[in-house]
C-alpha cells in the first residue's frame, strides 16, 4: 500500500474519534428527520387544499434548494472544524514525528491528509444528500 493511502486511511479513523464528526452526523440526522416529518406535512396540506400542479412543483423545488442549503452550511461546519487544527495539532504534539522519521516525504504525508479528509466530506454529503432526495 502506498504512503499516501496509508496516510488517508489514518486519517479517516482518526477523524472517525474525534466528537465533531459524531456531532455533524447526529446534526445531519436531525435536519433530515425534522425535513422528512415537514415536508410530510406540507405535502398533506397540500393534497386538501388542493394546489394547482404548478405551484406544487414550485413549492417542491423551493423545499428541496432550502435543504441543500443546510446540507452545504452543515458540510461547511464539518470542513472547518474537522481539518483546521490537525495537522498543526499534530506538529506541536510532536505526534507527526513518529511518522515523518519513515522513508515518506512531506508531500504524501499532506496528500494523504488531504484525500482522507476529502473522502470523510465527499461521503457526508453524499449520505445527507442521499437520505435528502
Known amino acids: 500500500m502506498s504512503p ?3 496516510i488517508a486511511r489514518l486519517t479517516l479513523q482518526e477523524a472517525r474519534r474525534k466528537r465533531t464528526v459524531l456531532a455533524a452526523l447526529a446534526l445531519g440526522l436531525v435536519f433530515l428527520s425534522l425535513f422528512a416529518v415537514g415536508f410530510w406535512f406540507i405535502v398533506s396540506d397540500m393534497r386538501v387544499d388542493r394546489v394547482p400542479q404548478e405551484q406544487v412543483r414550485f413549492g417542491y423545488s423551493f423545499i428541496l434548494l432550502a435543504a441543500f442549503y443546510v446540507i452545504h452550511f452543515l458540510t ?7 481539518s483546521a487544527g490537525t495537522l498543526a495539532g499534530e506538529i506541536s504534539s510532536h505526534t507527526i514525528q513518529t511518522v515523518v522519521t519513515k522513508p515518506i516525504r ?5 496528500l494523504g491528509k488531504w484525500l482522507g479528509h476529502g473522502a470523510m466530506i465527499a461521503s457526508y454529503v453524499g449520505l445527507l444528500a442521499g437520505g435528502l432526495l
Not at 76 to 81: E, R
Not at 106 to 110: F, M
Open 106 to 110: 512531506r508531500s504524501e504525508v499532506l
Open 76 to 82: 461547511v461546519m464539518l470542513t472547518i472544524f474537522s
Open 4 to 6: 499516501v493511502l496509508t
